[in-house]
């Protein structure tokens, strides 16, 4: 069955250390999107890419960077980890329609220290 | 932008009752969609509705999307524990927009 993975699921890291969340989908889906889920924010927009070599910003997006080289994976960097930046972050696919549904990763919890 | 709002914030229930979720957007809707998320996980997937008007069920679940396209309701019929979680709606920015805006969830608890 086709699906939407994350990893690592839980990371503990250090303030300014660079840091990578995978996010890999075997949907074949051109449209991959990064968002950070806090309390009283909801789920923002991080980074989102319509297919290779495509990526763009979102509303939150300092501080973050993505490279689309292939169809199945977006990873998120964090340049220099900054406590702000502890959240859960959910990688989201979807097809080329705009009203395409958009299927949802389990989730990755960092922790910035 | 558009955004979305839901009410209410969080919502708790005895198993076997029946409760209403409402999502309600500043612009009108191009599709508008229900995830349902556990403590810990991922968003699932609901349904999806796209036309004014439009009613889809799932099992014990309901969504409708008013005429206009502005607001649409959740309804649970007899909830059960299992139904517990917090609910988001989401929709398209734009008729090409591929990009989602969420509302802030609305948390509901069922009592055994």
């Known amino acids: 069955d086709a699906e939407i993975t994350q990893s690592p699921r839980h990371k503990i890291t250090e303030t300014g250390r660079q840091v990578t969340l995978a996010c890999h989908q075997t949907?074949?889906?051109?449209?991959m999107f990064w968002y950070r889920q806090d309390l009283g924010h909801g789920l923002r927009l991080i980074h989102y890419s319509y297919g290779v070599h495509d990526t763009n910003k979102g509303e939150v997006s300092d501080g973050y960077s993505v490279s689309r080289s292939n169809t199945e994976d977006l990873p998120l960097t964090l340049e220099s980890a900054a406590s702000s930046q502890t959240s859960v972050y959910f990688c989201?696919?979807?097809?080329?329609?705009?009203?395409?549904?958009?299927?949802f990763g389990p989730g990755t919890r960092l922790t910035v220290l | 932008s558009q955004e979305l709002e839901q009410s209410p914030q969080s919502l708790i229930v005895q198993e076997g009752k029946n409760l209403t979720i409402n999502c309600t957007s500043s612009?009108?809707?191009?599709?508008l969609y229900w995830y349902k998320q556990k403590y810990g996980e991922g968003l699932i997937f609901l349904m999806m509705?796209?036309?004014?008007?439009e009613e889809k069920s799932h099992e014990k679940i309901t969504a409708k999307l008013d005429e206009k396209k502005q607001q649409s309701s959740l309804h649970i019929t007899a909830s059960q524990p299992s139904h517990a979680g917090i609910y988001l709606c989401g929709a398209p920015k734009g008729s090409y927009g591929q990009n989602f805006v969420f509302g802030p969830g609305t948390r509901l608890s069922v009592l055994p």
């Open positions: 949907w074949n889906h051109n449209n």
């Open positions: 989201a696919s979807s097809d080329l329609r705009s009203t395409d549904t958009q299927y």
């Open positions: 612009k009108t809707l191009y599709g």
């Open positions: 509705l796209q036309k004014g008007g």
